[in-house]
């Protein structure tokens, strides 16, 4: 699990100084053990041919390697895309948390587990792998001596923080499925996850801290349960030291915690059980909980942090992302701790105290590996080089970027200012759905390109596939499409809770047979894919998914509404921006500005701040179809400034309301709300 690989890439920047060469060939098996029985395949490429056209043995030889199983698994996989069936190591045990936690105990005890940067600056706390199994085991305790049993769902509604990963992990020690809800989201987004989640447990903090602010997360958690009537226990622990409100209940965490034993039985856990519910939105208005499950996910999060990020023993992996979204459980949490290594939980922003605040972090935790969002990037380099060179990053080796496409000067700025050209950056495709990456540029040859701004080449077992507008499969090279994987994989989410029906029709049914995954892209002469963005109702604001239908449900309940048609915007920070176009009812006597503000804090009460329109513009009349369907390629050119591209507008019902929105547009020359 923990061999290094005796051919750390020597990276060079060669004729273009955007392209990224390696100088030396690595020996196939030192680089992965297991490819010792895949019968002569040499090289990364070959090993990726082979896990494709030899799926299963490919899998099964790494799962045999890479978790500790309590019962082998007697099958591979059992998969039918087609059907939505896909099961993976049927058969086999194993525990979660055993797999994070004690096998490293065993060997390495004291080895440090997590690096949590809290918000205060300099004041970071190191948890060994014995402390973490000791925390993770009086929490499963708890929960159990509560009453949580295998099969329950328990919502964590925590910031970034030790307590958070040992809570997840708990759940996995006693067999509960955990529902992370961003810190961010507001009472009622919680509430919808907790509801359809069907918890009857919910474990929170007293207050957050997040960038010198305090976030009141109980309150938040008191109002949200009003309207859950599921939940019965709210395990309280106390991020700060402000005494919060208690009710019957709630109960204290840390304080029963202490009452609780080290040692906690491990569930055996069957391959296919509920590991995690992740909620994340989809085209329409209402999210949907992917349903992530044992074994296929824990290795695929493992052996791609171990080889995109080219992770070896010893090494400090920093990735920012909150624990709330699928990076921080596949990259904070579960990838790093199934391979014995060290990972930072950040607790802040990237901004606080200073512009300089995560190159400070590299600098004192020594990161090796840093993993970061575009949209951070791109603030950042406008704060100027100096920020950066103020601290020394010479532990750096990697720098991995995720959740929105990275351009090309954001990419360059990461590896010439951060990486001072010598750390490969690997431009991470992936979902919350795919529950790890799936194109990325690493692995590959250590002398094969990276080219800025293209997430490149699938990770092992991945075969992506591009559909032209009849549903058929592109063969060509230099061609864009709708992108689909054409196998399943170990870490795929396995449905939507409570909605398989939704699953079907999302990912299953657009190109039966394949995986749809709601991305354009386009792949190059080389054969290198390029991400292209959504090509449904969804938005990427600073790296946050959001679904249009769900902003316009929020503003659609502001008593002053008719309607409202939402698009996302290009923002030169925030990588998307979202842009509202609001009809009013008749006679509504309100000034915009007033009524805008109005908007904006419904919109953060009902999911969360992030989604709150940049830009607000009020209209007489949405372009629709004469069936009734919003245009909103035509709105989208409007906000563009695109009007020569507005396309045919004969199918309009009245193309008149076009001219209108355009002219509205132009005296409101892009107010800000
Ligand atoms: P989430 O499930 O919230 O992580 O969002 C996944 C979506 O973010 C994908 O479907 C893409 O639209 C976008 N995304 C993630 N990573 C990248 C990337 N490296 N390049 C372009 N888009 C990305």
Same mark, same amino acid.
């Given at each position: 699990m923990w061999l290094r690989c005796g051919c750390a890439a020597s990276l060079r920047v060669l004729a273009s100084p955007l392209r990224v060469l390696g100088l030396r060939r690595c020996n196939t098996a030192a680089f992965m053990p297991e490819s010792t029985g895949f019968g002569g395949v040499s090289g990364r490429s070959g090993l990726q041919e082979f896990s494709v056209s030899s799926s299963e043995s490919f899998w099964a030889a790494v799962a045999r390697h890479r978790l500790s199983w309590i019962r082998p698994f007697t099958a591979v996989q059992d998969c039918d895309l087609s059907r939505g069936r896909i099961r993976w190591f049927e058969g086999g045990k194993l525990n979660v948390s055993v797999n994070c936690l004690d096998r490293h105990v065993h060997t390495c005890p004291d080895r440090v587990a997590l690096m949590w940067e809290r918000d205060e600056k300099g004041s970071e706390v190191r948890y060994t792998y014995r402390e973490l199994l000791e925390m993770t085991c009086r929490v499963g305790n708890l929960l159990r001596r509560h009453g949580v049993k295998k099969g329950d769902c328990v919502t964590i509604y925590m910031p970034t923080c030790p307590l958070a990963v040992a809570s997840m992990l708990a759940c996995a020690r006693i067999g509960a499925a955990h529902n992370v809800v961003f810190a961010g989201f507001s009472a009622e987004a919680l509430a919808e996850r907790i509801r359809d989640a069907q918890s009857s447990t919910v474990i929170t903090v007293n207050q957050g801290i997040r960038g010198g602010k305090i976030l009141e997360l109980k309150k938040t958690v008191d109002t949200a349960v009003q309207s859950c009537p599921t939940v019965q226990q709210v395990f309280v622990a106390m991020r700060t030291d402000s005494p919060v409100a208690m009710t019957a209940r709630d109960i204290a965490m840390e304080e029963e915690m202490l009452k609780e034993d080290v040692v906690c039985e @491990?569930? #055996?856990? *069957?391959?296919?059980?509920?590991?995690?519910?992740?909620?994340?939105?989809?085209?329409?208005?209402?999210?949907?909980? /992917?349903?992530?499950?044992? +074994?296929g996910y824990l290795l695929y999060a493992a052996l791609t942090h171990r080889y995109v990020f080219n992770y070896h023993d010893g090494d400090v992996f920093g990735c920012v992302a909150d624990i709330g979204w699928i990076t921080g459980h596949s990259y904070g949490v579960y990838g790093p701790l199934a391979n014995g290594g060290t990972t930072v939980l950040f607790e802040s922003t990237p901004v606080y105290p200073d512009p300089g605040r995560y190159w400070d972090m590299v600098e004192r935790l020594q990161i090796n590996q840093f993993y970061g969002a575009p949209t951070a990037i791109r603030l950042l380099l406008k704060f100027g080089d100096e920020w950066v060179n103020k601290y020394d990053r010479s532990s750096l080796k990697t720098l991995g970027?995720?959740?929105?496409?990275?351009?090309?000067? +954001?990419?360059?700025?990461?590896?010439?200012?951060?990486?001072?050209?010598?750390?490969?950056?690997?431009?991470?495709?992936w979902q919350t759905e795919t529950g790890g990456i799936c194109i990325a540029p690493r692995p590959s040859d250590p002398d094969a390109e990276i080219v800025p701004g293209m997430a490149m080449r699938p990770f092992f077992g991945i075969k992506p596939a591009l559909m032209d507008t009849e549903g058929k499969v592109i063969s060509g090279n230099?061609?864009?499409? #709708?992108?689909?994987?054409?196998? @399943?994989? @170990?870490?795929? &989410?396995?449905?939507?809770?409570?909605?398989?029906?939704?699953?079907?029709?999302?990912?299953?049914?657009?190109? @039966?047979?394949? %995986? %749809?995954?709601?991305?354009?892209?386009?792949?190059?002469?080389?054969?290198?894919?390029? !991400?292209?963005?959504r090509l449904d109702d969804v938005i990427n604001v600073s790296g946050h998914r959001i679904g249009t239908a769900e902003i316009e449900d929020a503003v659609n309940q502001c008593p002053a509404v008719a309607e409202s048609a939402v698009i996302g915007y290009s923002h030169d !920070?925030?990588?998307? #921006?979202? %842009? +509202?176009?609001?009809?009013?009812?008749? *006679?509504?006597?309100?000034?915009? &500005?007033?009524?805008?503000?109005?908007? *904006?804090?419904?919109?953060?009460?009902? !999911? &969360?701040?992030?989604?709150?329109?940049?830009f607000i513009q009020?209209?007489?009349?949405?372009?629709?179809?004469?069936?009734?369907?919003?245009?909103?390629?035509?709105?989208?050119?409007?906000?563009? /400034?695109?009007?020569?591209?507005?396309?045919?507008?004969s199918t309009l019902d009245d193309p008149a309301a076009v001219q209108e929105i355009i002219q509205g547009h132009r005296d409101t020359s892009m107010k800000s709300t």
């Amino acid at each position: 699990m923990w061999l290094r690989c005796g051919c750390a890439a020597s990276l060079r920047v060669l004729a273009s100084p955007l392209r990224v060469l390696g100088l030396r060939r690595c020996n196939t098996a030192a680089f992965m053990p297991e490819s010792t029985g895949f019968g002569g395949v040499s090289g990364r490429s070959g090993l990726q041919e082979f896990s494709v056209s030899s799926s299963e043995s490919f899998w099964a030889a790494v799962a045999r390697h890479r978790l500790s199983w309590i019962r082998p698994f007697t099958a591979v996989q059992d998969c039918d895309l087609s059907r939505g069936r896909i099961r993976w190591f049927e058969g086999g045990k194993l525990n979660v948390s055993v797999n994070c936690l004690d096998r490293h105990v065993h060997t390495c005890p004291d080895r440090v587990a997590l690096m949590w940067e809290r918000d205060e600056k300099g004041s970071e706390v190191r948890y060994t792998y014995r402390e973490l199994l000791e925390m993770t085991c009086r929490v499963g305790n708890l929960l159990r001596r509560h009453g949580v049993k295998k099969g329950d769902c328990v919502t964590i509604y925590m910031p970034t923080c030790p307590l958070a990963v040992a809570s997840m992990l708990a759940c996995a020690r006693i067999g509960a499925a955990h529902n992370v809800v961003f810190a961010g989201f507001s009472a009622e987004a919680l509430a919808e996850r907790i509801r359809d989640a069907q918890s009857s447990t919910v474990i929170t903090v007293n207050q957050g801290i997040r960038g010198g602010k305090i976030l009141e997360l109980k309150k938040t958690v008191d109002t949200a349960v009003q309207s859950c009537p599921t939940v019965q226990q709210v395990f309280v622990a106390m991020r700060t030291d402000s005494p919060v409100a208690m009710t019957a209940r709630d109960i204290a965490m840390e304080e029963e915690m202490l009452k609780e034993d080290v040692v906690c039985e @491990p569930a #055996a856990m *069957n391959s296919e059980d509920t590991l995690f519910l992740l909620y994340t939105s989809g085209s329409t208005g209402k999210p949907k909980g /992917l349903v992530h499950t044992q +074994a296929g996910y824990l290795l695929y999060a493992a052996l791609t942090h171990r080889y995109v990020f080219n992770y070896h023993d010893g090494d400090v992996f920093g990735c920012v992302a909150d624990i709330g979204w699928i990076t921080g459980h596949s990259y904070g949490v579960y990838g790093p701790l199934a391979n014995g290594g060290t990972t930072v939980l950040f607790e802040s922003t990237p901004v606080y105290p200073d512009p300089g605040r995560y190159w400070d972090m590299v600098e004192r935790l020594q990161i090796n590996q840093f993993y970061g969002a575009p949209t951070a990037i791109r603030l950042l380099l406008k704060f100027g080089d100096e920020w950066v060179n103020k601290y020394d990053r010479s532990s750096l080796k990697t720098l991995g970027s995720v959740g929105e496409p990275i351009n090309t000067e +954001a990419w360059e700025w990461y590896y010439r200012v951060v990486g001072e050209e010598r750390c490969p950056v690997v431009d991470t495709w992936w979902q919350t759905e795919t529950g790890g990456i799936c194109i990325a540029p690493r692995p590959s040859d250590p002398d094969a390109e990276i080219v800025p701004g293209m997430a490149m080449r699938p990770f092992f077992g991945i075969k992506p596939a591009l559909m032209d507008t009849e549903g058929k499969v592109i063969s060509g090279n230099d061609a864009s499409g #709708a992108l689909c994987l054409a196998q @399943p994989w @170990p870490g795929m &989410a396995r449905t939507i809770h409570n909605d398989h029906q939704r699953f079907m029709e999302t990912y299953c049914q657009p190109y @039966p047979g394949y %995986f %749809f995954t709601g991305d354009g892209a386009y792949r190059s002469v080389e054969g290198y894919y390029q !991400i292209t963005g959504r090509l449904d109702d969804v938005i990427n604001v600073s790296g946050h998914r959001i679904g249009t239908a769900e902003i316009e449900d929020a503003v659609n309940q502001c008593p002053a509404v008719a309607e409202s048609a939402v698009i996302g915007y290009s923002h030169d !920070i925030k990588g998307q #921006a979202v %842009f +509202a176009f609001v009809v009013l009812k008749k *006679n509504v006597d309100v000034e915009e &500005a007033d009524l805008s503000r109005q908007l *904006n804090g419904i919109v953060s009460e009902k !999911i &969360a701040k992030y989604a709150c329109p940049d830009f607000i513009q009020f209209v007489q009349r949405l372009p629709k179809t004469r069936s009734g369907k919003i245009m909103r390629r035509v709105l989208r050119k409007v906000v563009e /400034l695109d009007l020569d591209s507005l396309g045919d507008l004969s199918t309009l019902d009245d193309p008149a309301a076009v001219q209108e929105i355009i002219q509205g547009h132009r005296d409101t020359s892009m107010k800000s709300t």
